[in-house]
């Protein structure tokens, strides 16, 4: 092996790099949510458009909820169940663990819904919209009853 410019040069032919795709598919965090997809590895990155795997969920700080919602159905329907799913933080995810975060926006969505009708006063809210099932994940307290309840009671 010799090198050039401190880089190592490997004997044989250069390595071929898998041809990437870049698309805006919706709004889930932000309007740069940007993924890029590598269809001959069935590889997709998709940054903080998902978080991390469940337990963690959706964090809509810009609200949004319903576009949110949308997205992550097209991103659900485009992908397959092999496909290998990188998301902005914590270990890789896969096809099915995209329901975790579309389940708790229809639920947080519903739950919010409700409560408006039910003309509930704030500390009733919060308590109607714990949603105790999601709170293992580590931000609950913080995204939840800060971020996203009053993303889903403002929508």
């Known amino acids: 092996m010799r090198s050039t410019n401190h880089f190592p ?10 041809r990437c795709e870049d698309a805006y598919i919706g709004f889930c965090q932000t309007e740069g949510d940007l993924v890029v997809r590598v269809r001959e590895d069935n590889i997709i990155f998709v ?20 576009d949110s919602l949308a997205t992550y ?14 998301p902005g933080h914590g270990g890789t995810m896969h096809r ?6 579309i389940s708790y926006i229809e639920r947080l969505t519903s739950l919010a819904r409700d ?7 704030q500390e009733r809210i ?29 929508e």
């Open 115 to 121: 409560a408006q009708d039910q003309g509930m006063s």
């Open 47 to 66: 940054g903080n458009a998902l978080q991390a795997p469940p337990p963690a969920f959706p964090w809509l700080l810009d609200g949004r909820v319903a």
């Open 96 to 101: 099915s663990d995209i329901l975790h975060s």
């Open 9 to 18: 040069v490997l004997p044989g032919p250069p390595a071929r790099l898998p």
């Open 73 to 86: 159905r097209r991103l659900y329907e485009m992908l397959d169940d092999d496909t290998l799913i990188v």
């Open 126 to 154: 919060q308590e109607a919209l714990a949603m105790k099932e999601y709170s293992d994940y580590s931000m609950y307290d913080f995204i939840h009853f800060n971020v996203n309840i009053p993303a889903a009671l403002a």
